[in-house]
Nanobody, 114 residues
Framework: QVQLVESGGGLVQPGGSLRLSCVAS????????MGWYRQAPGKQREFVAS???????TYADSVKGRFTISRGNAENTVTLQMNSLNSEDTAVYFC????????WGRGTQVTVSS
């Protein structure tokens, strides 16, 4: 089992930045990928970004050039640096980790509003 805990969400003005962090615990050996999804009110959950094998990075088109995903030195952490935020980025952001199956965190709220 892998447990994931996200942090760093909050309220930010349009054009601002936030940094999300996720820490994995439990059986973390063999985690092959970590990443982020988000779910806006009334919408389906969507992919945001992922990093696999420490080097293969993928972004949704909607966040390319604005968001940066990275893994920590301990390999059980993943961060999402979010810049130039706009109202369409408002959502609950979920951390995921793949170790055979995919594990999900409980999510952290990001609200972009003036």
């Amino acid at each position: 089992q892998v447990q994931l805990v996200e942090s760093g969400g909050g309220l930010v003005q349009p054009g601002g930045s936030l940094r999300l962090s996720c820490v994995a615990s439990g059986v973390i050996f063999g985690i092959s990928a970590m990443g982020w999804y988000r779910q806006a009110p009334g919408k389906q959950r969507e992919f945001v970004a992922s990093i696999a094998s420490g080097t293969t990075i993928t972004y949704a088109d909607s966040v390319k050039g604005r968001f940066t995903i990275s893994r920590g030195n301990a390999e059980n952490t993943v961060t999402l640096q979010m810049n130039s935020l706009n109202s369409e980025d408002t959502a609950v952001y979920f951390c995921i980790a793949r170790r055979g199956t995919v594990y999900w965190g409980r999510g952290t709220q990001v609200t972009v509003s003036s």
